[in-house]
């Protein structure tokens, strides 16, 4: 029981049976913004880590790379103790990463809480990972408490007056405020509209003249803000110097002068914070201390006192005032703090008794974070409204389930609920029952004795061993390697038995992961070696009820097998404690807790129960997009094996990143940016895989697109006819293939049984945006429409009906015009993966398909509206065309396929084989013939409408034969040619890479700006914004940069700058790039500026060759030396 500090996990185990005293919080912030040292200052509450090591230890940061590089990487989790008066609490406390790479790893944590502490930098204030946080706390529907962090930087570093800083921090809690308002969402805005108005009929104005004493009787304490806003007479903000130890909320200093001074602590509560200050002469407390140039309460009692401290101890190092000083706070601080070199050891241990920050911060926690008791209804209802359903639409056995999460019993009659969020990896030997076993209390004072003895020997051995700090670090930091003190130095007995223990361990235990599932339970209690089930994410309640037995259990055996549900048993259960585990027997509901044995049953986080009435939580929510990829190999390819299991393990201990083996056998690695693709390859190598593997530079991801043809420009329309002669030339292999200028393609199946007719067209730019950010939508779109045809009913809750039906709006907002008339009820499918960025347009004349948005229109019958034969057929076509384009098959963007052609000739009745070819190809040539209008459904309706006399027939006819025989191969020729034509049809227009664009903020001073600016354009960065940080010398810079263009950016500003900037970058949009990579020059100028192929300033060119390359594919210079020819000759004749 190394580490437990003060408390005993007796203790511990007895405060985890309380929840109306528990705590779930988590530390979030920006990057550096100071969480994990203000954690070592609350673990150092708890005597953990020596309080002089607080906020150098940075004890939560466990990983090697964590403490080399500074940053925190992995959430992790420690369960404090915390003692206000009377009452004991238990907080159990998840520090998480600020670095944009590691987002997901603050979702894990956030959905465990029920509050959260927002760290914000006093200097650098709300910054874009701060909103981020503050919008994550709000999605998960958690409760934040704000603390100012780094104050000594406004008086050390930017050498503020106290006033100055006061103006400062209300700027920055302007702006903390800001984002949190702009958080809600109009429903709420009225809600709380709403309330206002009631609390000011309930209080008449009671208007406050400048001149009048504030009655502070009427009843605006419990204004509803306190929730909603931070304000620090609200008692939800602490001021607070992690590093230097100290922070305080209104409500101490409140307490001190109103011993001090006087004056009630309600009324200093109320007024200590804001435009009011003394009047000394009349006693009394007044507002309108700006108006009056008169110093706010606030400066006068507060930050006088902070700024004289640092004043008289780290500036003047004043040795008789700081005497002064210490007496009148009432502190004493041990000699040879006070003699220390560096000031601001006694700054620290002054300001730890006088302020102590984790005082300040777990009574603001304790008072102003809900317990577990106190779920929010609407958080739960959230949590098990799954995809697109109703709460109220769920099994009234399910709903029941509500009151289970919001009693938090702890009786055996109550359902065992629990959320996995994610699974993280322990080393095998540090894990508690692999350490040693539980002494019993002889050998314990046995051991006491022997190690007092040998602690005396060592003692004077080693007494010039290095200062008590060195050693305590080197005792906190390398845990797993140093085994702890007492385990070396047991009865001879003990020892003996013990190493034949660990010698038979060893060989499997080394250096072994073992996952352990980082969870929290909601009801019932949580035991080991518990049978519960495991509902995968697709479960649905009410299906399961329906099968499973009456009252059966997850302990019952030879249940029925039921989709998306399965058994486990729970394996050992364990206390977090940062670095170290305990272990447990049984969790009561309401706590924070670790599970092993769970690695065969949950990948990367799941829900369990006792109960199958419990439909799965809904999916964590995450911001960052996993963009950067790289292919693995090992170094030796024999260990292959080594490098797959590695892979799989990597891919279950990280929230976010993906493994994929590509159809050419790499094996991917996908992660959300440089610093996490690093963390992740430290893990394959060191812990994962243990072999020495080497990856790819970073794959960088393109799309696929097409652009309108110019319409004047000489040059490209010549570039057209030559680009068209290309794509002809290539189609020659396709006899069936007819392409009309106008961009139609037609396409016959080899036997010639079906035609299908396509022309691609772009996309307004605005709508692959829009379908990109409701992706998730157009997938409950997509299952509602699976539902239905499978004659289920959809149950849609209204709100996401009514999102359904906004998106469709602003859809045909978007798609306006005469070319895209009734364009968005012709909506056939999205794609890629059904809910991509391209659409599939319905265009078959006489083929009244239901559109996707037929399950929003409940009311509205089946009518004649049947879906034909092989209709999936075109669908699929269409998804594999879209997964991967013409150019260097990345996938499609922005693009509209419009089916204008679709006819099935079953073979039975098929006497003329040529016929309905040539009648195709004939039309679309007639079609042709119109110049000018060159795309667009209204023009593909005449298409059609010649089109029938062919299809019609061939229509009918394939209802009786065609399905029957040849299904098979039939319906998979269909999908060939549908993706082939839109291929085709693709290129058949002027087509446009697009490349993924970060954006970042760097925030950087005015001598290294110049540099920054620098760096972003050789990298082909362009700037948006550029505004200076109010009150600093600090200048912040908005730019987008190319993904392509971004390794090694962050290091590199880091070094131009030497360290002053450093930027976050986050994936933003996708850009087409300008360029044609298809263009070669035409005339003989810019053949001699650009060379003969022209791909010296071709950027599209060369990435889309780079991709072709890396895949394999044929680096089509062809295509380029051929034009150039045709023209040449065409040109000499
Ligand atoms: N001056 C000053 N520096 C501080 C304070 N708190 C933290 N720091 C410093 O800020 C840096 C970052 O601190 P961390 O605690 O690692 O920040 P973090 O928020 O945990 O960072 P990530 O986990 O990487 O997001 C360290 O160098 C700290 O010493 C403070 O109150 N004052
Ligand atoms: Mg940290």
Known sequence: MANMGHTSLDQIKALQKNPANIRNLCILAHVDHGKTTLADCLVASNGIISSRLAGKLRYLDSREDEQIRGITMKSSAISLHYAAGEKDYLINLIDSPGHVDFSSEVSTAVRLCDGAIIVVDAVEGVCPQTQAVLRQAWLENIRPVLVINKIDRLIVELKFTSQEAYTHLQKILEQVNAVTGSLFTSRVLEERAEKDKDQEEVEPAESLGSEQVYDWSAGLED????????????????????????????????????????????????????????????????????????????VQLVLDNIWSLYDAVVTRRDKEKVEKMMVSLGVKVMARDSRHSDPKVLLSAICGQWLPVSQAVLSMVCEKLPSPLDMPSERIEKLMSVGARRFDSLPAQTQELKSAFMQCSSDDAAPVIVFVSKMFTVDAKSLPQNKQRPLTQEEMAQRRELARQRHAVRLATNQQADSEEGNAHSENTTPATTPPEDQSLGSEAVSSQMEVLSLKAKPEDEGKETFVAFARVYSGVVRRGQRVFVLGPKYNPAEGLRMLPEGSSSRADGLPPIPHLSCCTLGTLYLLMGRELEDLDEVPPGNVLGIGGLEECVLKSATLSTSPALPPFIPLNFEATPIVRVAIEPKHPSEMPKLVRGMRLLNQADPCAEVLIQETGEHV?????????????????????????????????????????????????DLGRQHKMAVIHQLKEVDSLHLDPSGLVTLSTSNRHATVGVRAIPLPEEVPLLLEGSADLIRTLEQAGQAQREGRSPDMSPRTLEALLGLKSRLEGLLHGRKWRNAVDRIWAFGPRRHGPNILLNSVEGYQRPSVWHCLEQDKGDEAEAIRDFDNSVVSGFQLATLAGPMCEEPLMGVCFSLERWEVNPPAQRTQPQDSYEASASNSESAGETPGQQEGPSQARRVGDTARAAGAVSGVNREDGGAVDCYGPFSGQLIAVMKEACRRAFQAKPQRLMAAMYTCEVMATAEVLGRVYGVLGKREGRVLQEEMKEGTDMFIIKAVLPVAESFGFADEIRKRTSGLASPQLVFSHWEVIGSDPFWVPTTEEEYLHFGEKADSANQALKYMNAVRRRKGLYVEEKIVEHGEKQRTLGKNK
């Open 223 to 298: 204004s509803d803000d306190s929730q909603l806003y931070f304000s620090p007479d609200q008692g939800n903000v602490v001021f607070a110097s992690a590093i230097d130890g100290w922070g305080f909320s209104i409500q101490q200093f409140a307490h001190i002068y109103s011993q001090k001074m006087g004056i009630r602590g309600d009324v200093l509560q109320k007024t200590l914070w804001g435009d009011f200050y003394l009047n000394a002469k009349a006693k009394k407390i007044m507002k309108g201390a700006q108006a009056k140039g008169k110093k706010p309460l606030f």
């Open 669 to 717: 690695l996908v992660t959300a940016g440089e610093v996490h693709l690093q963390r992740c390859l430290d893990d394959l190598r060191e812990r994962f895989a243990k072999i020495e593997i080497s990856a790819s530079k970073p794959i960088i991801p393109f799309r696929e697109t097409i652009v309108r043809p110019p319409k004047v420009d000489m040059v490209n329309e």
